[in-house]
Structures are given as C-alpha cells and as structure tokens.
C-alpha cells in the first residue's frame, strides 16, 4: 500500500511540474512569419525571397524561441517546416510550399544509391522489377477505369486528308460512356495512281504493308496537341513510314468542352489520361490492318514523356520509348495527371527512372535531356543508373542519352532529330525522309474532330463524368 501511495505521489509531482513548465494559453509568441523571416535576413545577412505565398499572412508560434543564432539551416528548418513550407539557397533564400512530387537532386542521388544497393545482379533486379511493376499498377488503380470502358464504343471519323508523303485522320474516340478522347492518326500516304489520284487504304489490291506505330501523348505546353512541335514530329513521323497518333491532354483542347479545364486539376486525371493513351492503342491496333505490333514505340515530351511511360506500364507490347525532358529521379511532375497517383511510392518507395527501367529494360530507350530543366541531371544521375540496369542484360547500348545543355524545355527541332534518328533505328524507318520542311503546319480548327455540336450522348460536365467515376469504384 505504501508503494501505492509513493507512486501516486510521484506522479502528481511530475503532473505539477509539467504543468508549470508550460506556458500560459495565451503565452505562445506569436508572430507573423514575413516578419520574422525579415528579422533572420537581417540576422544571417542573407536574401530571403517566399513563392506562391504570402508570409505577411501566415504567424508562427513560439516564433523567437526557432531561432538557433549559430545556425541559419536550423533556424529556417524550425520556422517552416510546422507551416509545411520549405527552404533552398546559400546568399539568396527561396521559401516555397512543400512539394511532394519535388524534391533536391542530392536527393535523387541518395535515393538513385539506395535503390541500386537493393540489386547487385540480373536475379535480384528481376524480383525487385516484379514488385515494382505490381505496385505501380496498383497505385495507377486503372482496373476499374478499364472495366468502365464503353462496351460499344462510337467512334467519330473525319476524311482522310492527303499532304507531302502523309495522311491526317482525326478521330474522336469514346472512351467511359460519353466521354471522347480526340486526336489525329499520321499515316503514310499510298502509292499516287496515274493522274495524280491516290489509292485508297480500302481499295489497295495487295495485303498491307506492315507499318511501326508511334503513340504520342501530348505535353502541357500552349496549345496542346495542336502546336507546331507536335505537328512537326507526327508528320515526319508518318513520312518516315510509321502511322503515328496523338491525343488531347484530359481537359485541354475538344476535352475541355466536355469537362472544363479544371477537371485536369483532379487526382483521377492521372488515371483518365493513362486510360486514354491504352484505349487509343488498342483501338487502333484493332481498327487498321497494317499495324505492326512488334515494332510498337512511344514518345512525349515533359508530361507527355510521363504518359508515354505509362502507357508502357499497362501494354507490354511496346519495343521502344523515348521520353523527352522528364522522367527524373528528384521530380515526379507537378500536375496531378502526372502525380495524382503515387506510384513512386510503390514497393517501398521508387522514382520514374526506376519505374522506367522496370516498364522497358532491356528493350531501346532514348531519353533526351538539356540543361535548362530539371533533367540537367541526366548526364551524371539518371544515365548512368539506368546504364546499370540495361548492364544486367549485356544490353547497355540500348538505353542511351542525348543530353542539350544549352537546351531549353521543350520538344525542340534538335530534340527531335533525335527521337528520328532513334526510331529510324530501332523501327527501321526511312530516315531520308525526317524533312519537317516538307510537313504542312494546319491550324487549330483543321485537327479537331468536332467540327460542330458533340455527340448527343457526350457528356457535357465535370460533375457527369464524376458521377460515371464514382459508379466504378
């Protein structure tokens, strides 16, 4: 009983003195962080510049008791990260929000080590490939959205228009039930009869030519899939003996009309667009007869090389992929069709790079980079662990890097050149004939596949399409 009574007491003690040490409710120091942040420039003699925030408007409590006079690192370390804001810089200090799908390069350093410590060989990669794979794909969460796919789909078809060695078709192509993907297929022009006239496809008394296909989802640059670039590439594409089709970003372009613009904002975007790129594929391998299914590649730049990716997550038939200024190990993109899934978190935590080799290893793969980006760090980071991993199949030499580092972001005319040569190589395309002068630059109007009124059945909001979306879970 006496021992009862001594452990009470001691704790009563502990109680009081606990509670003596805490400071009165109202005693918390508060302080609006610019001006805290403002006191600690002046304090370290350093430039502190806030993004995408305004820190007058955000207090911080116990805010001068943060502050660590021997270290800058700690005290900014204290003062923003229980506000979920973050720091970089030496002389001049950034503060931002924090980013989950960014990180630092010296973090995708130890990250890209660490990962390689979990192989030493082809076997141990090979495990780790599978739970890879299996993880990314459960991330995705595209099951449901394949099931939900339209039993019967419409399928909208403009005229087949004829240029210098190509053809455009657009299409517009239903998807889950009254919702359209729109895009154009590239293709190589027939052989001209006499007087000029083409052959028709139909009409053509041999069996076709088995042709490569190149899918190429779009970026999110200024105007979509209907800017010079993207033109450029497809129609070289087709010159080159390849039938090549592209597709609107969920929520840009013809989609925008369905769903606005700001259901590209939506975390289901990621698996809209995924489900997109698979269903366009599959459409067209069923639909022509000069598809070649060994010879299947895709490319796109910055979103669309994250798409691109994707689609080589969900149909293992593609022989090649060359994705473009992304696809990094310190950033997973920052729009939510590109991270609204987490898919790098998959088997224990991972990154595009690794996603990519797992999706492709040891078949072609070219990724393209420069130095005005974030895949400055291709050269010394990205490469040679994706080297590492083609090695284990005595296939280095087919990943490779073209590195720009006067470059910009973007799918430039040097970037491009490129891609051809890659798939001229890897495809056995006519590379003679990768002449952009020679493709015929449309306008916006002429690539779309609704010329007019959409389909009656086409949804006609965001707020239909997520009623579609919730019956599939």
Not at 27 to 42: A, H, I, Q, W, Y
Not at 154 to 160: A, H, I, R
Request: hydrophobic share 40%.
């Amino acid at each position: 009983m006496k021992r009862i009574h001594c452990i009470l007491y001691m704790a009563c003690c502990f109680a009081a003195v606990s509670a003596a040490a805490q400071p009165a409710p109202g005693n918390r120091f508060v302080r609006p962080l610019g001006e805290v942040l403002r006191d600690v420039g002046e304090r370290f003699g350093v430039r502190i510049a806030c993004k995408r925030f305004d820190p007058d408007t955000m207090q911080i409590v116990y805010a001068d008791f943060r502050v660590r006079p021997y270290s800058l690192p700690e005290t900014l370390d204290g003062l923003l990260h229980p506000l979920d804001l973050v720091w970089s810089g030496a002389g001049k200090i950034t503060v931002q929000p924090y980013e989950y799908y960014r990180r630092t390069p010296a973090d995708g350093e130890k990250l890209l080590a660490w990962l390689l410590e979990q192989y030493a060989d082809r076997t141990a990669w090979e495990q780790r490939r599978e739970a890879l794979l299996e993880g990314v794909r459960e991330a995705l969460d595209l099951g449901p959205f394949l099931r939900g796919l339209a039993a019967v789909p419409d399928v909208v078809l403009g005229p087949e228009v004829y240029h210098d060695g190509y053809t455009t078709r657009n299409y517009a192509l239903e998807t889950l039930p009254g919702l359209y993907v729109c895009g154009t297929v590239y293709a190589p022009s027939g052989p001209p009869l006499p007087g000029g006239r083409m052959i028709s496809r139909g009409r053509r008394p041999h069996a076709p030519v088995r042709r490569p296909l190149i899918v190429s989802p779009s970026g999110h640059w200024a105007g979509g899939r209907y800017r010079a670039d993207q033109q450029m590439r497809m129609a070289t594409f087709a010159r080159m003996g390849a039938v090549a089709v592209d597709m609107d970003i969920f929520g840009w372009g013809e989609s925008e009309r369905q769903v606005g613009r700001e259901a590209h904002e939506a975390a289901y975007s990621m698996q809209v667009q995924a489900l997109w790129a698979k269903a366009v594929t599959d459409w067209i391998v069923a639909s022509r007869r000069d598809i070649d299914t060994a010879r299947m590649a895709a490319t796109g730049g910055s979103g669309g090389a994250t798409h691109a990716l994707l689609l080589a997550v969900t149909d293992g038939r593609f022989a090649a992929l060359a994705p473009v200024v992304h696809l990094v190990s310190h950033f997973d993109g920052g729009c939510p069709c590109e991270s609204g899934r987490p898919v790098t978190l998959a088997a224990g935590g991972s990154c595009m790079p690794e996603i990519l080799a797992a999706a492709m290893a040891p078949r072609p793969v070219l990724a393209v980079s420069d130095g005005g980006d974030w895949t400055a760090t291709y050269p010394v980071l990205e490469y040679p662990f994706l080297r590492r991993i083609w090695d284990f199949y005595d296939a280095g030499g087919q990943v490779r890097n073209v590195h720009f580092p006067d470059g910009r972001h973007d799918y430039g005319v040097d970037k491009r050149r490129a891609v051809y040569a890659f798939f001229a190589e890897t495809l056995g395309l006519d590379a003679s004939q990768a002449d952009e002068a020679r493709v015929e630059l449309l306008p916006e109007a002429a690539l779309r596949a609704f010329s007019g009124e959409l389909p009656a059945t086409a949804l006609r909001s965001r707020t239909q399409l997520e009623q579609i979306i919730e019956k599939l879970k």
